[in-house]
């Protein structure tokens, strides 16, 4: 309900938005002070704009400003500073401070029951911080709002290192207790894999799950993930993991069907893919050869193998990526040992795939922890085979493939030329993550074209439209250009029909709006007349120019379901991507926004972008100035590089799998009658009661489960 209007002068534009605060959540109350910015990023001119000025981002809330409410301007601007220092000793300087304090405590009282020698030392610590803390209390103490201007920045700063400082102090706390006094050398955690929070390498976790086991559940024919971290009381060297077979009864489920990987912690740019200028640590590769990629801390700076079997490593975290010319990542074939150094967390990722026709049951097997000089552990697995196979899903899923056979069948490592080796891993990497129709960007090439389709139908993509970015409208205008297109497309059609594909769609202007959409009518329309669809990226005025002639409108940003409804109004199906663009080192953002949440917009299918695009190099995030690359799965020699945000993708896909068994479970329990359609009943109602947008998606799983059996 927020209302916004713009305006453009002769060199200025202007935005008003009215919000209304029960939109909000509160209320104003005379003399009311607000900490807030205005901001505006034009990423491709790198143009950056606040109310208040910033530090460094948009989230530098010490230097927001201050909104006042006021039926007393006169008697407001006497009081500026009275009120800037209330402000921020309210709303920074308090919270700040008993944010410390309650760290300190917490540190405190883990450490008074701590055995032997470690503590008096973790004492020793906490009292020098707890020292420090209370000098900047009482140097702080002396601000007023006379003197605070020129002494608060200095101040404040010195608190973010207590900050840290505290927490860590806390986490060496619990790491003790929980290793009996640093006398046992590492401590395992078991923690959700589809999930946005962080398994760092330089923390003790702050969420483990409280299971004693790792436990999955899964379908016949389904990948499943699980997670666990090894923290590294002591450096551990040649730590190394055994899966064993897992049986029911006589029945078993081989250790073959799982792989193992290492989470690689490395330093990317930021979080969107907009933004840039940071180092933040980030777990993302999923790594048979954890050494493919070395971090060093202390320059928060990434180094990558250069070619297999060297020794030579290359920095992939400089502005410039010349010296990764010849660069040749490769992975290994199984996991290979790896070093965890001292006082570091180290995560692992098991990615199982249920070999069809296995039979129900619980599973029942171990994965073995060993490293040299340290007994090893043991983690109970178990897996639930579940007595249903998965429907295929309900929305179709597309990406932006921008992948393309080259002529000289070289191959290269980055988003486009790809050898036929690399073509063919990354097509069985798409459909083994649900995408069985990504776009096509090869140009019309009968040769390449050929042995293109025949690698994606190798792979199983078959049965689909096929989605051209080979082949693109333009906005001809003259009736040269646009017989000219007509015979294009329909030479594009000729092919595609002849190898049993049941149609085309041509791709427009990607991202169009205005009167750049609006000239495209006419090539929209010569497209239909040579027989083929349009679709392209676009946004919220498309449906007023070319509603009627965009047959698959790839929305953008959040799905709004009042676009879905108009695109079915006239017979048209809407996709969704860059909610948010590919990339974004968070599983779970990918398996809430193009899984059920999309489904219950009313959207036919997904299309992100890109499952790769090198803005400059693909492997370093900080040689472009414009965005982070956008990377599902990175480029190597002989194949794919898998990230955690790619699984949470597939977690999406498989999410509105289990919604189309359940569907189709609802369905037949209707036609039965009886008890099962009051049943039946009750899962509709569930469905369109439930938020798919804030639930708990594995809750939601597991309830999807519960009614799938209980109406079979």
């Known amino acids: 309900e927020w209302a916004a209007a713009a305006s453009k002068g002769p060199d200025y534009w202007e935005l008003e938005v009215a919000v209304p605060f029960d939109q909000l959540g509160t209320g104003i109350a005379e003399g009311a002070v607000w900490s807030g910015n205005v901001s505006r990023a034009r990423w491709l001119k790198r143009e950056y704009s606040t109310w208040s000025p910033i530090k460094r981002t948009f989230h530098d809330t010490a230097n927001f400003g201050r909104i006042v409410f006021t039926s007393d301007l006169e008697a407001v601007e006497g009081r500026i500073d009275e009120i800037e220092f209330t402000a921020l000793k309210a709303g920074l300087l308090e919270p700040a401070l008993a944010e410390v304090e309650q760290s300190v405590q917490a540190a405190r009282r883990t450490a008074d029951a701590l055995p032997g020698a470690c503590r008096p030392r973790m004492l020793q610590s906490i009292l020098r911080l707890d020292g420090r803390l209370r000098n900047l209390q009482a140097r702080l103490a002396t601000l007023t709002p006379d003197n605070f201007r020129e002494q608060w920045a200095r101040l404040y700063g010195r608190l973010e290192p207590l900050r840290f400082e505290a927490s860590r102090l806390q986490d060496e706390a619990v790491m003790l207790a929980a290793t009996d006094g640093g006398e046992r050398p590492w401590n395992f955690f078991i923690t959700r894999a589809m999930t946005n929070e962080r398994m760092l390498s330089d923390r003790w976790p702050r969420t483990p799950l409280p299971a004693p086991e790792l436990a999955l559940a899964a379908c016949p024919g389904e990948y499943e993930s699980a997670t666990f971290s090894v923290y590294a009381v002591r450096e551990l060297r040649n730590v190394r993991l055994s899966i064993e077979d897992l049986a029911c009864g006589a029945t078993v489920l081989p250790a073959s069907c799982i792989e193992p990987y290492a989470v690689k912690c490395w330093y990317q740019a930021g979080r969107g893919i907009g933004d840039l200028g940071q180092r933040l640590l980030t777990p993302e590769l999923l790594l048979k050869d954890d050494d493919l990629v070395r971090v060093d801390y202390r320059r928060q700076a990434n180094f990558v193998r250069a070619r297999p079997g060297s020794s030579e490593y290359l920095d992939c975290s400089l502005k410039d990526s010349s010296n990764l010319a010849e660069f040749v990542p490769r992975d290994a074939e199984t996991l290979l040992p790896l070093t965890v150094p001292e006082r570091t967390l180290k995560q692992f990722w098991l990615t199982a795939h249920i070999p069809e026709g296995t039979p129900a049951g619980a599973y029942e097997g171990r994965v073995v922890v060993s490293a040299d000089g340290v007994p090893p552990e043991s983690l109970p697995l178990r897996i639930t085979v579940l007595p249903f196979t998965l429907a295929e899903p309900v929305l179709e899923y597309s990406i932006y493939y921008r992948g393309v056979l080259t002529p000289d069948g070289r191959g290269s490592i980055s988003s486009e030329g790809k050898s036929e080796q690399q073509y063919a891993a990354e097509m069985h990497d798409l459909v083994a993550h649900g995408v069985v129709n990504p776009t096509l960007y090869q140009g019309y090439n009968e040769r390449l074209l ?69 000239a495209e009518r006419d090539a929209f329309a010569a497209v239909h007349e040579a027989g083929a669809k349009v679709f392209v990226a676009c946004y919220k005025d498309y449906f007023g120019l070319v509603g009627d002639l965009l047959d698959m409108p790839i929305w953008a940003g959040r799905p709004d379901a009042a676009e879905a409804v108009k695109a079915h109004s006239v017979g048209h199906r809407i996709f969704n991507y860059a909610h948010p663009q590919c990339g974004v080192e968070e599983p779970e953002t990918y398996r809430r926004n193009f899984g059920l949440f999309l489904w219950k917009a009313g959207y036919d299918g997904a299309m992100d972008y890109a499952y790769q695009h090198s803005f400059t190099h693909e492997w370093n995030d900080f040689d472009n100035q414009s965005y982070r690359d956008h990377t599902m799965a990175y480029p190597a020699e002989n194949g794919v590089i898998g990230t955690i945000q790619w699984e949470g993708f597939r977690e999406a896909v498989d999410d509105v799998r289990y919604l189309a068994t359940l569907l189709q479970a609802v369905d037949a329990a209707k036609s039965a009658g009886g008890e099962r359609a009051r049943r039946a009943a009750a899962a509709e109602q569930w469905l369109a009661e439930t938020d798919f947008e804030t639930a708990d998606l594995d809750a939601v799983r597991a309830e999807m489960i519960r009614r799938i059996i209980e109406l079979r």
């Open 450 to 518: 050929t042995r293109a389709f025949e690698i994606r139908e190798a792979a199983g993509m078959t049965g689909k439209p096929v989605m051209s970015l080979g082949c693109g409208t333009g906005a001809p205008q003259t009736p040269q250009e646009l017989t000219a297109l007509r015979e294009r497309v329909k030479q594009w059609l000729d092919f595609v029909t002849a190898r049993g594909y049941p149609g085309l769609y041509v791709y427009g202007i990607d991202e169009a709006s205005g009167d750049r959409l609006k």
